[in-house]
């Protein structure tokens, strides 16, 4: 092999300098990629290992478990809520209150009319009327916002101020 580098006009010394560079470039590449494995090990160990010496893989384990649980509780409560929603927009939440004198010789305003609606407009008008010797209770029914029984000024009045109730304008009743 020498014959075939002093034909090139190379000595076999600066050849040799040559390899032994390389090889020191090499070794010392090695010893660094040794660090860095070494140190990723390490990491590795220490990411791997639990609280209490556990496998991290059973954490994790744990872990998606109780994700789970907390997405069928929460498919759940979303089934729930919705339950719940649609109660309440059968429920009763809007109100206006109208008290009067219905008879002229009755005074203090005993007489009343109360409209209790739902989100729909839907509900009841009750007009309580309160004479010096009796008390007479009518319910009419009233159907989005409308009744088919004709109603009296302060029913409309009562029911106008239910249609209003949770507005920013004021729904104090008269």
């Known amino acids: 092999m020498s014959n075939l580098f002093s034909s090139m006009g190379i000595d076999s010394g600066i050849i040799t300098i040559i390899l032994m560079i390389i090889t020191i470039v090499l070794i010392v590449l090695v010893m660094n990629m040794y660090n860095a494995v070494k140190k990723m090990n390490k990491r590795y160990r220490i990411f791997m290992k639990g609280s209490n010496g556990q496998s991290l893989e059973k954490e994790f384990g744990r872990k998606f478990t109780q994700i789970e649980k907390m997405s069928n509780i929460q498919d759940s409560q979303e089934s729930e809520m919705k339950f719940i929603e649609a109660v309440q927009n059968r429920s009763l939440i809007k109100y206006g209150v109208v008290k009067y004198d219905a008879f ?59 249609k209003k109730f949770g507005d920013d304008s004021d729904t104090q009743s008269i």
């Not at 007009?127 to 029984?149: M, P």
């Open 104 to 162: 002229e010789d009755v005074g203090g305003k005993l007489s009343f009319v109360l409209a209790m609606l739902d989100n729909n407009d839907t509900g009841i008008v009750l007009n309580a009327i309160h004479s010096k010797e009796n008390c007479f209770l009518y319910i009419k029914e009233v159907v989005k916002g409308e009744s088919y029984i004709m109603l009296s000024d302060e029913e409309i009045q009562a029911l106008r101020i239910a």
